[in-house]
Nanobody
Framework: QVQFVESGGGLVRPGGSLRLSCAAS????????MGWFRQVPGKEREGVSC?????????YYVDSVKGRFTISRDNGENAVYLQMNSLKPEDTAVYYC????????????????????WGQGTQVTVSS
């Protein structure tokens, strides 16, 4: 049974940093493209960042977080991380990890959840 346990969220001031963790079980994060998604009440869940499986680990980011967020994984810990720097109020959301599919288009990329397996999420609030 696949399970994701997200942690590391909290309340932070604008400009601050947080590091989110996702502990996975029932699958190997190193074999799959894994990602972070976020959702604000009343809005659809948004793909934030994904990292491909395999040795190289290509990374993908939604434009709004490029240069501020960094995704990584630890195959030994079977975990995925999201380092979030220079946080903005618009980053406020519940953050989830899931298996990710990256759809490439002309000059664009869309990060979507591959299936409907989600953890409980971790709340990130950016406010002064």
């Amino acid at each position: 049974q696949v399970q994701f346990v997200e942690s590391g969220g909290g309340l932070v001031r604008p400009g601050g940093s947080l590091r989110l963790s996702c502990a996975a079980s029932g699958l190997k994060v190193g074999d799959l493209t894994m990602g972070w998604f976020r959702q604000v009440p009343g809005k659809e869940r948004e793909g934030v960042s994904c990292i491909s499986g395999g040795r190289v680990g290509y990374t993908y980011y939604v434009d709004s977080v490029k240069g501020r967020f960094t995704i990584s994984r630890d195959n030994g810990e079977n975990a995925v991380y999201l380092q979030m720097n220079s946080l903005k109020p618009e980053d406020t959301a519940v953050y989830y990890c899931a298996v990710c599919t990256v759809r490439m288009g002309p000059g664009t990329q869309t990060l979507i959840a591959t299936d409907d397996r989600w953890g409980q999420g971790t709340q990130v609030t950016v406010s002064s």
